[in-house]
C-alpha cells in the first residue's frame, strides 16, 4: 500500500461499488414538490437510492448525485486500498448532503441528538444502521473533502467490520485517509506531512507514547490520553502497517475481522503473535524514519497562510510579499490555524517552518519545492467588476514552485453580493 522509502502510493481506482445509472430531471429534489423553505430540511428533504447509498438531500437532483457519486468513487478507492472486502450488511447506510452549516447542526441535534458545531462531516451509528452527515457549504473544497474523507473511512469501517474493528485501527485509517488526494482517475495516499512528524517526534520525547497499549486492543485506555496524540499515534500504527513489509499481513487481519473472527485473533494469526512491546518498538523506529512529503506539507501551509491572509484581509490589511505577511502576522499576534477531522485545531507558530517546504530528495538547490508570493491577475470584464475592484482589491496569491505530484495555489473567489472573498486551493497543471 505505502512504500516505506516513498511514503505514498499511486492507487487507480477500481469500479468497487455499483453506482446507480442514469439522472434524473433537473428539479429540487423537494418531496411531494414542496418548495417552501419553512419547512424543517427533513420534511423538505427528500431520499434517493444511489449506489447502495440511502441518500437525503434537498438539493436539485443532479447536484445530489454529483455529490453521491463523489462518495462512491472515494469508497471505492478506500475498498481498493484496505480490501477488496465484503459488506457485512450492519444496517441501512444514510447520506445527509446539507447545503449550509446551520441547517446541518439543527438537524443533527433535533433529528440524533448530536452536537456537531464544530465539524463539516459527521458519522454516527444510529439504531438501525449509521448516518453521514456532510455540510457541502465547508470552503475551501480541499478542506471538506478532508473532513468527508475521515467520516467516510469511519462510514466505511461499519459497513465491513461493523463494532469489531479496534478503536486506534479505525481512526488511524480515517488519518490516513483524511490526507490523501482523491481524484476521478488516482489517488495519492499515505504521505506525511512536517507538522504531523513533529507533532508525533515531541510525543515520543515527552513521554506521551500510548503505541504499547494498541496491540493488546484494550480499549479502556484510549480514552485517558490527550485526543491529538491518540489520533497522530494511531496514524502513526497504520501507516506503519500500510508499508509493504507488513501490507499483505494487514489486509490478511482484516480479512479475517470481514469474515467474524474476533481482532486479537485476526491480528494474532496474521502477524505470528506480535507482542506490544515489539510492536510498540517497530512504530518508534517508523516514526523516526518518517520525512515529510513536500505537497501534503504544502496544502497544510497553503491553507494555514490563506485563512491568516483573509483575515488580515478582513482588517484592512494587505500583504504583497511573505515576508509582509510573516510581519504582520507577528504584530498583530495572529497564530495560523490548520483545521483537522474530528474537531481537532492545530494552532500553528508563525516561524520559518510555516514559510518553507521540505527538500525532496536528489534536487538540486534551484529545483527545490517553495512557496512564492504574486500579484493576482486582475481582468475585470464589466462596470461592476471595476467597482468592486476599486472597493475591495483581489489579495495576493501564494503558490508552489518544484512540488510534485503537482503545485499548488490558491485561489480567491470573489463573493458579487457583498464583495468578499473566500479561496480554494487550485491544483496547476503542468
Given at each position: ?9 499511486w ?5 468497487a461499488?455499483v453506482m446507480?445509472?442514469?439522472v ?9 414538490g ?28 443532479s ?5 453521491a457519486r463523489?462518495?462512491?468513487r ?21 447520506v445527509?448532503l ?8 439543527e ?11 464544530d ?22 473544497t ?14 466505511y469501517v461499519f ?21 490523501a488526494?482523491?481524484d ?22 515527552e ?7 494498541f496491540?493488546?486492543?484494550?480499549a ?15 496514524w502513526?500504527?497504520v ?8 501490507e ?13 473472527r474476533?481482532?486479537?485473533s ?6 505470528d ?15 523516526d ?23 488580515l484581509?478582513?482588517?484592512?490589511v494587505a ?11 507577528e ?5 495560523p ?9 492545530d494552532r500553528?507558530p508563525?516561524?520559518d517552518?510555516l514559510?518553507?517546504?521540505?527538500e ?6 534551484n ?6 508570493m ?7 470584464a ?6 468592486l ?19 499548488i ?22
Amino acid at each position: 500500500m505505502i512504500e516505506p522509502a516513498k511514503r505514498w502510493v499511486w492507487v487507480w481506482a477500481v469500479a468497487a461499488v455499483v453506482m446507480a445509472a442514469g439522472v434524473g430531471p433537473e428539479s429540487p429534489v423537494h418531496a411531494n414538490g414542496y418548495t417552501s423553505l419553512d419547512r424543517s430540511w427533513w420534511d423538505r428533504s427528500v431520499v434517493d437510492d444511489i449506489g447502495g447509498l440511502r441518500v437525503r438531500s434537498d438539493l436539485p437532483t443532479s447536484q445530489a448525485r454529483s455529490h453521491a457519486r463523489n462518495l462512491q468513487r472515494k469508497l471505492s478507492v478506500i475498498d481498493a486500498t484496505v480490501g477488496p472486502l465484503r459488506p457485512r450488511d450492519p444496517g441501512r447506510l444514510d447520506v445527509l448532503l446539507f447545503r449550509d452549516h446551520d441547517t446541518m447542526v439543527e438537524t443533527m441535534l433535533h433529528r440524533f441528538g448530536r452536537d456537531v458545531t464544530d465539524h463539516g462531516a459527521w458519522f454516527q451509528r444510529t439504531t438501525d444502521g449509521a448516518v453521514l452527515a456532510v455540510n457541502l457549504d465547508v470552503k475551501p473544497t480541499h478542506r471538506r473533502n478532508r473532513l468527508v474523507q475521515y467520516e467516510l473511512m469511519r462510514f466505511y469501517v461499519f459497513n465491513r467490520f461493523g463494532r469489531d474493528l479496534p478503536t486506534w485501527v479505525e481512526v488511524g485509517l480515517a488519518e490516513v485517509f483524511s490526507d490523501a488526494l482523491i481524484d476521478d482517475t488516482r489517488s495519492y495516499i499515505g504521505a506525511a506531512s512536517e507538522r504531523r512528524i513533529e507533532r508525533l517526534q515531541a510525543d515520543l520525547s515527552e513521554g506521551r507514547s500510548i503505541l504499547g497499549g494498541f496491540f493488546d486492543f484494550e480499549a479502556g485506555q484510549w480514552l485517558d490520553h490527550p485526543m491529538p496524540a491518540r489520533h497522530d499515534q494511531a496514524w502513526a500504527a497504520v501507516h506503519l502497517l500500510m508499508t509493504e513489509r507488513y501490507e499483505d499481513r494487514f489486509r490478511h487481519a482484516l480479512r479475517g475481522i470481514n469474515e467474524g473472527r474476533t481482532a486479537s485473533s485476526a491480528f494474532d494469526r496474521s502477524f505470528d503473535g506480535m507482542r506490544q512491546a515489539a510492536f510498540e518498538q517497530r512504530c518508534r523506529e517508523h516514526i523516526d524514519r518518517l520525512r515529510p512529503d513536500p505537497f501534503i506539507t504544502a496544502r497544510e501551509h497553503l491553507e494555514s497562510l490563506a485563512d491568516a491572509m483573509l483575515t488580515l484581509h478582513r482588517q484592512g490589511v494587505a500583504v504583497t510579499s511573505l515576508e509582509e505577511l510573516r510581519e504582520n502576522l507577528e504584530e498583530l499576534d495572529i497564530a495560523p490555524t490548520f483545521r483537522r477531522p474530528a474537531g481537532l485545531i492545530d494552532r500553528r507558530p508563525v516561524d520559518d517552518a510555516l514559510f518553507e517546504l521540505p527538500e525532496a530528495a536528489n534536487r538540486d538547490d534551484n529545483d527545490q519545492p517553495r512557496l512564492m508570493m504574486r500579484e493576482p491577475e486582475r481582468r475585470p470584464a464589466s462596470m461592476q467588476e471595476r467597482r468592486l475592484e476599486e472597493e475591495n482589491p483581489k489579495p495576493y496569491t501564494i503558490l508552489t514552485r518544484h512540488v510534485e505530484p503537482r503545485n499548488i495555489r490558491v485561489e480567491w473567489i470573489r463573493n458579487i453580493e457583498d464583495n468578499t472573498f473566500h479561496y480554494e486551493l487550485t491544483l496547476v497543471r503542468r
